[in-house]
Nanobody, 116 residues
Framework: EVQLVESGGGLVQPGGSLRLSCAAS????????MKWVRQAPGKGPEWVSA????????YYKDSVKGRFTISRDNTKNTLYLQMNSLKPEDTAVYYC?????????RGQGTQVTVSS
């Protein structure tokens, strides 16, 4: 059974930083590309960043480029998202996600709130 458990969210002031983690189990983590997806209140899910299985290819949504850094540790089956220079518009529930077959699997999410 695929399990994804996100952590590291919280309340932070604008300009602050957070590091999200996603512990993966139930599948061969090192064989799969991974994503971070977020959903703000009243809005649909939004892709934020993606990384391929080896970590050699990385992609970002334009609005987070230069502020967010995705990474992974395949020895620990863990995905990370370092978020710097946070803005109020980054407020959302953040999910890590993996495409297994035709289905996208997500964890329970971690709340990130950027507010003064």
């Amino acid at each position: 059974e695929v399990q994804l458990v996100e952590s590291g969210g919280g309340l932070v002031q604008p300009g602050g930083s957070l590091r999200l983690s996603c512990a993966a189990s139930g599948f061969t983590f090192g064989n799969y590309g991974m994503k971070w997806v977020r959903q703000a209140p009243g809005k649909g899910p939004e892709w934020v960043s993606a990384i391929n299985s080896s970590g050699g290819s990385i992609y970002y949504k334009d609005s987070v480029k230069g502020r967010f850094t995705i990474s992974r540790d395949n020895t620990k089956n863990t995905l990370y998202l370092q978020m710097n220079s946070l803005k109020p518009e980054d407020t959302a529930v953040y999910y890590c996600a993996v495409d297994v077959g035709a289905q996208q699997m997500r964890g329970q999410g971690t709340q990130v709130t950027v507010s003064s």
